[in-house]
């Protein structure tokens, strides 16, 4: 097993839960992806929604935030993320921008899907309910990122991306780092039409020569009466780092399929309308 479940107990008897990859262990740093349980808001939130930006309680996903911050050990004002356009733009985390996204999300960074730091006690957040989240961590230099990787993301390599940025700023080599791809639609699960299927094998000839097969399956859907394609992310995004070099034992998929598992908000499942949970990494000092 790759992953731990954590099971966390609030001060209020409010019980709540979180995955994390086991490599985090050996690291002063905090990462792991929520589930949906444990929360305050209500349905179709219901209940550990982390976002701010969907239209539910701002109240009730502010005092969820406070529930994750107080096992974090930091004032959820220093919670910071991006806004999510299924973008490919990774962002620094500075002093001036902590807190960035915190309280509301009028105020989350700009064309933002991924952002890192090298600074301490800094959560960074990200959100999802079916897009995969990525969390890379760079034990020589001290860096953290978390990442946005939905289907333009994995296509677009913002995972890619975001270690080219740590190179750049902090000298963050492939080789050294540790990913870990949280709750998101799984290989069984994530049905797409044949253009975007062809896309991705186009895409993934370019960074491979392994077999396609891998990556696109045909699948008879329940209640289907032919099989039609589904794309796995886990295995795109996994493909595009190891040809870059991170060490396939440095990768941990989670495995867990956001939408087959009722632990887990998603947005294909509940046809747009509930919560998201977040993936979170954030720095100790050493």
Known sequence: MDITVVNVNTNDDRKWSFEMPNWANQFPLV?????RHGGVCKKPCESLNLATHI??????????RSI????LGVSPDRITCGNQVHGLNAV???????????????TAIPDCDAVYTDIPNVPLFLFTADCVPVGIYDPVHHVVATVHAGWRGAIGHLP????EAMQRDFGTRFEDCYVYL????GPKSFEVNQELADTFTDEWKKITDANSDELVRYIVRDGASKATPHVDLWRFIEEDLLQRGVPKDQICI?????????????????HGKTG?????????KR
């Open 68 to 71: 994750v911050a107080d096992h």
């Open 254 to 270: 989670g495995g867990t399929d956001s939408m087959t598992d009722e632990n887990c908000f998603s947005y294909r499942r509940e």
């Open 92 to 106: 620094r985390i500075t002093e001036d921008l902590i807190g960035a996204g915190a309280m509301s999300s009028d």
């Open 160 to 163: 890619i991306i975001t270690i």
């Open 55 to 64: 239209g539910d309680s701002l109240q009730d996903v502010l005092d969820n």
């Open 182 to 185: 949280g709750p998101s639609i």
């Open 276 to 284: 998201r949970m977040a993936l979170f990494g954030m720095l100790e």
């Open 31 to 35: 990462m792991g992806d929520t589930y």
